[in-house]
């Protein structure tokens, strides 16, 4: 309990608007922290911060008070049990993620701009394009490279990526609440070395199906 009591006092000058003025820079990190998170671990983000909300003492900015009504909270915590589980098994993560292509990045947007709630209509618009577009690149890299690991027969590196992605979401979380302006640093190293990665992919993957076309024209 007083590991709890110590993360939440942690968390809560990050979160906690009630008695502080807007910092339009805070609120920005935020969108870009949650953006990110999203496309790592969605359901783990939403219902951390349902929890600290709900339980915590913690007001959330702008409209992400939602996170924190029984029915969102009781239903990420099973999507997030059930993401945990099927993460680790080999080729139901690359369904999963194909899947979830269509769930994480829009609800990367949708919390951005839920961050700017309290803002004007072009700050929330401005939010959810950072906050998809961080999702969307996230997603893309995990999805890719988990997809690349599944093309080796033993199932060991799979469950220990997965395991590392849990740390990297808690990690940064846990970064953006305490230190956002180290958070930031760090994410752009990240999203450079996603982009890397992402092209280095594709690249890949067509110089895998090159030769089969050039069969099927023959």
């Known amino acids: 309990?007083?590991?709890?009591?110590?993360?939440?006092?942690?968390?809560?000058?990050?979160?906690?608007?009630?008695?502080?003025?807007?910092?339009?820079?805070?609120?920005?990190?935020?969108?870009?922290?949650?953006?990110?998170?999203?496309?790592?671990?969605?359901?783990?983000?939403?219902?951390?911060?349902?929890?600290?909300?709900?339980?915590?003492?913690?007001?959330?900015?702008?409209?992400?008070?939602?996170?924190?009504?029984?029915?969102?909270?009781?239903?990420?915590?099973?999507?997030?049990?059930?993401?945990?589980?099927?993460?680790?098994?080999?080729?139901?993560?690359?369904?999963?993620?194909?899947?979830?292509?269509?769930?994480?990045?829009?609800?990367?947007?949708?919390?951005?701009?839920?961050?700017?709630?309290?803002?004007?209509?072009?700050?929330?618009?401005?939010a959810a394009l950072l906050g998809g577009s961080l999702a969307a690149g996230t997603h893309l890299a995990k999805a890719g490279a988990r997809a690349a690991i599944n093309t080796s027969p033993e199932p060991v590196s799979n469950v220990v990526t997965s395991f590392g992605e849990d740390a990297l979401f808690a990690g940064g979380v846990w970064t953006l609440f305490n230190y956002p302006l180290v958070f930031l640093a760090a994410l752009v190293v990240f999203m450079v070395l996603a982009l890397w990665l992402i092209v280095s992919l594709w690249r890949f993957v067509r110089r895998l199906l090159r030769p089969r076309s050039g069969q099927v024209a023959a």
């Open 1 to 126: 309990m007083d590991e709890l009591s110590t993360l939440l006092t942690n968390v809560q000058p990050m979160l906690d608007w009630r008695d502080l003025p807007v910092d339009m820079a805070s609120l920005a990190a935020l969108a870009a922290g949650l953006g990110w998170a999203s496309g790592l671990r969605l359901y783990a983000l939403v219902f951390v911060l349902g929890a600290v909300g709900r339980f915590g003492g913690v007001q959330l900015p702008g409209e992400l008070d939602v996170l924190t009504h029984p029915l969102v909270l009781g239903l990420s915590g099973l999507m997030l049990l059930a993401e945990f589980f099927a993460d680790k098994l080999p080729w139901l993560d690359s369904v999963w993620d194909a899947v979830h292509t269509f769930i994480r990045i829009p609800a990367g947007a949708a919390l951005a701009a839920a961050v700017m709630g309290d803002q004007s209509g072009s700050a929330q618009m401005l």
